[in-house]
C-alpha cells in the first residue's frame, strides 16, 4: 500500500505518473438511502464503532470530518493483539484489516447514519480484499459491531442495499465478530490531515472527503477532529 509510495519522490511528474497508473477512486453513491432499521437516536452520551474500507489513511480522514463524531483512530481489528503491528499485518497473514475506531456521540449522530456516510463514500463495498491500489485481505471491507444491537443495523442495512440494488455489484462487505480493536503506531494517526500533499491521499483518499462535503453537506465539519497528539508513544 503506502510502503512503496515512501521511496517516490513528491514532484509533479510523479503524481501524473501515479494518477496514470491508478485513476482516482471516488465511491460516492449519490442517493444513497438511509437505514430503514436504525437505533433511537441520544440512547447513550458516547458510543463506538468500528469500521475497515481498506487503507485506514481514508476512513479516518473522513470520518474526522463528520458532525458529531469526537474521534476517529486508525487500527487494527479482527486478530489477536500479539502481532497487531504494521509490519507484520501488512503480510495478510494475521486476521486483521485496517480499521478505524470511530467515537461518536448518539445524539449528534446514529450508528446507522455512520453506515451511510461509510457505503457511500468511505469506500467500495463492491471490492472483495482490496481498495484502490490495495490488494490483501487486510484491506477487506468488515463492519466490527460492538453490541447485538450494532449487528442487527449493519446486517439489515447490507440487506437493504442489496434489495434496492444500490450499487452494481453484489455488496461483499462481512459484519465479522468483534475480537477487540488495537490502535495503530502514531505515525498512521490523523495521515490525511497532516499529510493532504502526499501523492496517496491526493488520489485515493481527498476526494473521499470532497464526496462526505458534497453529498452529505449537513454532516460535514470544516476541522477535523485529530487524535494524535493524545496517544502515547508506540
Known amino acids: 500500500m503506502k510502503n512503496w509510495l515512501t521511496s517516490l519522490a513528491l514532484g509533479t511528474s510523479v503524481v501524473l505518473l501515479l ?3 491508478f485513476p482516482a477512486f471516488s465511491q460516492a453513491v449519490a442517493n444513497l438511502p438511509p437505514p430503514t432499521f436504525d437505533e433511537p437516536a441520544g440512547t447513550a452520551s458516547s458510543e ?3 469500521l475497515s474500507g481498506g487503507c485506514f489513511w481514508g476512513v479516518q480522514g473522513v470520518f474526522q470530518h463528520v458532525k458529531g463524531v469526537t474521534r476517529a483512530l486508525s487500527g487494527y481489528s479482527g486478530g489477536s493483539e500479539a502481532n497487531a503491528q504494521y509490519e507484520i499485518v501488512s503480510t495478510g497473514t494475521t486476521g ?5 475506531e470511530i467515537t461518536f456521540d448518539p445524539k449528534q449522530i446514529t450508528y446507522g447514519q455512520l453506515l451511510q456516510i461509510y ?11 482490496e481498495q484502490g491500489p490495495d490488494y ?16 442487527s443495523i449493519a446486517e439489515r442495512y ?25 490502535p495503530a ?5 490523523d495521515f490525511l490531515a497532516l499529510n493532504p500533499s502526499y501523492p496517496y491521499i491526493v488520489i485515493n483518499d481527498l476526494p473521499k ?13 470544516d476541522k477535523p477532529v485529530l487524535v494524535a497528539s493524545a496517544l502515547p508513544a508506540k
Open 96 to 100: 486483521h484489516a485496517e480499521s478505524v
Open 158 to 182: 447490507i440487506a437493504q442495499l442489496d434489495h434496492a440494488k444500490a450499487f452494481p455489484h453484489p455488496i461483499v462487505t462481512k459484519v465479522e465478530h468483534f475480537r477487540g480493536f488495537y
Open 119 to 129: 457505503f457511500a463514500v468511505a469506500h467500495d463495498p463492491t471490492e472483495l480484499n
Open 48 to 50: 463506538k464503532a468500528v
Open 209 to 221: 472527503v470532497r464526496d462526505l462535503q458534497r453529498l452529505f453537506p449537513d454532516r460535514y465539519m
Open 136 to 151: 490483501g485481505t487486510q484491506y477487506r471491507s468488515a463492519i466490527f459491531p460492538q453490541n447485538d444491537q450494532q449487528r
Open 19 to 21: 494518477l496514470w497508473q
Open 185 to 189: 503506531e502514531n505515525y498512521h494517526q
